[in-house]
């Protein structure tokens, strides 16, 4: 019961498809699994198995087949009413080149009637603390593919959610702009104390910014296993975490986990 008090999030026998006129396609089965409040975990599978439809499905984009997605700040399964406060970052920062970078944050604000004060406060703290206040006035082009991402996950934090779902949200960047901005975003995440689910294809940015990962099967996904990471440093930040002495073995048993899958057939579509 101690669990259930400390989680967030809890999915309960979770299943979807997908359906169209040839037929009917299994993407996940029977999907369990909890977060605790102020955990950060990854994502990682094989390619197609589902890992973008179970965060639409828990950001209430899509609907489960079966199963039960439930909030336990409420202790119910999810609804408009009950559903807490959701923050999407996804691979893109899709922020709007004719607005600048202050009316990119505040898009959100804007949108939900917002506008007070003290969020107006918290706007300026943020982009403050993120380096990104003398760029306030400029246009999304003007800045770098960093600061671009760092300006859209401010426009997340600042609505205040309880639980960020990050889809691949590093994939657009180059590779080195990738590793900074991934340490400056988990930085970020960690020090705000919020609730961060990942999607990755990336092993190692899994084990550098993740307390726990888990692994998906292929398609139709279920939870195959669940790993937590207990890297052993001195500096515990994403970037200085590749040099952990624990760090290959991480990776040598996600490769392991994903490669055995990667030679499992999938379940073909089934006629409806």
Not at 103 to 128: R, S
Not at 146 to 158: F, P, S, Y
Request: with cysteine.
């Amino acid at each position: 019961m101690e669990q259930i008090e400390q989680s967030l999030l809890e999915l309960k026998d979770l299943c979807y498809s997908y359906h169209s006129l040839e037929g009917e396609t299994i993407a996940l089965s029977h999907i369990s699994f909890q977060i605790k409040k102020g955990e950060f975990t990854a994502i990682v599978g094989p390619s197609g198995c589902g890992k973008s439809t179970l965060l639409s499905l828990i950001a209430g984009l899509d609907t489960p087949e079966s199963g039960e997605i439930i909030f336990h700040n409420t202790g119910q399964p999810a609804s408009p009413e009950q559903k807490p406060r959701i923050g999407y970052m996804l691979q893109h920062d899709h922020l709007f080149e004719w607005r600048t970078i202050y009316k990119n944050v505040i898009l959100g604000l804007e949108i939900n009637h917002m506008l007070t004060p003290e969020k107006l406060e918290l706007v300026t703290k943020l982009l403050k603390d993120y380096d990104l206040y003398k760029f306030r006035d400029k246009k999304p082009s003007e800045l770098s593919g960093g600061m671009k991402q760092r300006a859209a996950l401010i426009r997340t934090l600042v609505m205040e959610p309880d639980i960020l779902l990050l889809d691949e949200p590093f994939s657009a960047l180059d590779y080195q702009t990738r590793l900074s901005v991934s340490s400056d975003i988990c930085s970020i995440i960690r020090s705000t104390g919020k609730t961060a689910l990942l999607i990755t294809h990336d092993l190692s940015e899994a084990i550098s910014l993740a307390e726990r990962i888990l692994v998906l099967s292929r398609r139709p996904a279920t939870v195959k296993c669940d790993i937590p990471v207990h890297l052993t440093l001195t500096d515990n930040s994403p970037l200085a975490s590749r040099n952990a002495p624990e760090f290959k073995d991480y990776f040598n048993l996600l490769w392991k986990e994903i490669s055995d899958e990667n030679y499992r057939q999938p379940e073909q579509s089934g006629k409806i």
